[in-house]
């Protein structure tokens, strides 16, 4: 995204910001931290929940959801389902987002013969189609402000991996998911294997990822939030 990538720009925009707005809101405490707004006000995204009868069981998909670049860990992704390819032969990888390298990737896919496995899907906008019949959401990412496809997927009872990164930890709890480092292409190997053996735990983490959103992160506590904010002002 333009405005991370542009250091002038996010210094201009939080001076306009600052000069203009009575009140700022922010998505995540990483973000008031990081980005200055010493005062801003913290209110998380929200999503939708499902009904809770059809989100009983895992499937067979693992998904990776966002711009599918560098900067969220597409690459280490694929480098990591390499080393544990027998584990995965029965199960598709489905990379949902736009692509702005599409024949490096393509290239990486098949260079690490995953070709059978992995498909990038490009975007889709309809979040049914992407979480029916999955069994883990995996977003490696490097930076991330707050991470909203990871409370999509927690809401649809997805167990979920991810980094230890930017507002991310305020989302992810290790009784939900699973957080590593960026760029250790072993550890999130390892944890996708761990998750993908034991079926009792990524129900587990599914399952209470789900009551973590329906308790923090709907779209009623956003409105909320929101609402008593500009009851304030």
């Keep these: 995204h333009e405005y ?4 002038f720009l996010q210094k201009l925009i939080l001076i306009l ?3 203009i707005a009575n009140e700022t809101i922010v998505v995540s405490n990483y973000m008031k931290k990081q980005k200055g707004f010493k005062f801003a006000h913290v209110v998380h995204n929200g999503v939708e929940i499902k009904n809770e009868t059809h989100l009983n069981k895992l499937g067979s998909k693992l998904v990776f959801v966002g711009r599918i670049k560098k ?3 597409a690459q280490d992704l694929i480098v990591s389902l390499a080393e544990i390819k027998n584990i995965i032969t029965k199960k ?7 692509c702005e390298q599409i024949e490096y990737f393509s290239n990486l896919i098949k260079e690490k013969k995953l070709d059978n496995i992995v498909q990038l899907r490009g975007f889709e906008k309809d979040i049914d189609s992407i979480y029916s019949d999955t069994y883990l959401f995996m977003l490696p990412s490097y930076r991330e402000s707050f991470g ?13 991996i991810s980094t230890n990164i930017g507002g991310i930890p305020e989302i992810i709890t290790p009784d939900c998911g699973i957080l590593v480092s960026p760029g250790d292409i072993n550890t999130l190997a390892l ?6 053996s034991d079926e009792i735990l990524a129900l587990k983490m599914g399952k209470n990822g789900y009551e973590k959103v329906k308790k923090y992160f709907t779209m009623e506590c956003f409105v909320d939030k929101i609402f008593n904010l500009l009851s304030n002002i």
């Design 92 to 98: 598709s990888v489905h990379f949902y987002g736009r």
């Design 4 to 7: 991370y990538e542009n250091v």
């Design 71 to 73: 900067e969220k860990g």
């Design 191 to 196: 944890s996708i294997k761990k998750l993908l």
């Design 17 to 19: 910001v600052r000069s």
């Design 148 to 160: 909203i496809s990871i409370i999509e997927a927690m809401a649809n009872r997805i167990p979920v």
